[in-house]
Structure formats: C-alpha cells, structure tokens
Nanobody, 122 residues
Framework: QVQLIESGGGLVQAGGSLRLTCTAS????????MGWFRQAPGKEREFVAC????????LTADSVKGRFAISRDNGKKTVYLQMNSLKSEDTAVYYC???????????????WGQGTQVTVSS
C-alpha cells in the first residue's frame, strides 16, 4: 500500500496555470505507475494522464493534450501535473492514483488520494 496526498489546487482564471503535486509514503514509489484523474460536478471520474514507473513514458487524455503534462521524481516520491492554458471545463476535483498497469483505466489503480479542487473561472 502507498498513501497519497495531493496539493496545489485552487482558483485560477481561464488561461492560467497550476501545478498539482502528489506525494507518496509507504511502499517503494518507483514500484507504481502513477496517474491523475478528475471528476467534475455531476460527471463520472475521468482519466487525465499517467506515467511509467521510470518516467520514460507518459499518456495524456485527448482533452488535455498539449496543455497538461505529467512528470515524476522517484527520489522525492512525488508526481506532478503541470496544467497550462486552463479552461472552465477543467474545473474538477483532481485525484492522484498509484497502480500496477500503465494506462487510463481506473481499475488498474488501487491506491487513491483524497483529491484537490481545481476551479477555473471564465
């Protein structure tokens, strides 16, 4: 098991940027594929991005491609989500997740953080 704590959410104007941080404790961080998901009000949770254990490869949802980037620092047990050119439709609770398989399926992730709210004002 690994415990995950997200930070960095907040209120930002459309076109602005935020960087989310997820810090892990517990088992070896580099054992896990790391992902970011989000859930907007009234909608199901959706995949945003994920990164391989080594950081060598990433996958990003089409809705955020070119605007969001995921990265990780295994020495700091931290994964980041850099969000640029934010839009009102990016408003959601963002969740960090750790799992065993690289990809965008929720069932591949068995460790979840509590989430951090991102609100984009237009």
């Amino acid at each position: 098991q690994v415990q995950l704590i997200e930070s960095g959410g907040g209120l930002v104007q459309a076109g602005g940027s935020l960087r989310l941080t997820c810090t892990a404790s517990g088992r070896t961080f580099s054992d896990y594929v790391m992902g970011w998901f989000r859930q907007a009000p009234g909608k199901e949770r959706e995949f945003v991005a994920c990164i391989m254990r080594s950081g060598a490869g990433t996958l990003t949802a089409d809705s955020v491609k070119g605007r969001f980037a995921i990265s990780r620092d295994n020495g700091k047990k931290t994964v980041y989500l850099q969000m640029n050119s934010l839009k009102s439709e990016d408003t959601a609770v963002y969740y960090c997740a750790a799992g065993g398989r690289f990809g965008g399926k929720e069932y591949d992730y068995n460790n979840w953080g509590q989430g951090t709210q991102v609100t984009v004002s237009s």
